[in-house]
């Protein structure tokens, strides 16, 4: 059974730098397309970023766009979300997410596998 497990969620202040990591254990990464997503409080979860199997391909949500990097290390089995200054409105659980297939445009939620727990990060001015 296929899990995955994010990390790094703290609190920061704005300008601070943040990394996120999401291992996987029980399946090999890269087969898999790699996601975040996030969920404020009282708010749907929204994508963030995305990255194809082989990270030759990325894409970012146009809130996170210039700020956000997200990558992977496939012999590590890890995903990471790099947060330059974060702002307090990126205060959210993040959620790593595998998918099939690299979509590109709209990244729908419910086209992903599995998930994991969640991080909280949160921003504080």
């Known amino acids: 059974q296929v899990q995955w497990v994010e990390s790094g969620g703290q609190l920061v202040k704005t300008g601070d730098s943040l990394r996120l990591s999401c291992v996987a254990s029980?399946?090999?990464?890269?087969?898999?397309?790699m996601n975040w997503f996030r969920q404020a409080p009282g708010k749907e979860r929204e994508f963030v970023a995305e990255i194809s199997r082989e990270a030759i391909n990325t894409q970012y949500s146009d809130s996170v766009k210039g700020r956000f990097t997200i990558s992977r290390d496939n012999v590590e089995n890890t995903l990471y979300l790099h947060q330059d200054s974060p702002k307090p409105e990126n205060t959210a659980i993040y959620y790593c997410?595998?998918?099939?297939?690299?979509?590109?445009?709209?990244?729908?939620?419910?086209?992903?596998?599995?998930w994991g727990q969640g991080t909280q990060v949160t921003v504080s001015s």
């Open positions: 997410a595998a998918a099939h297939f690299y979509y590109r445009g709209t990244v729908p939620a419910n086209s992903m596998t599995s």
């Open positions: 029980g399946a090999t990464m890269a087969t898999y397309s």
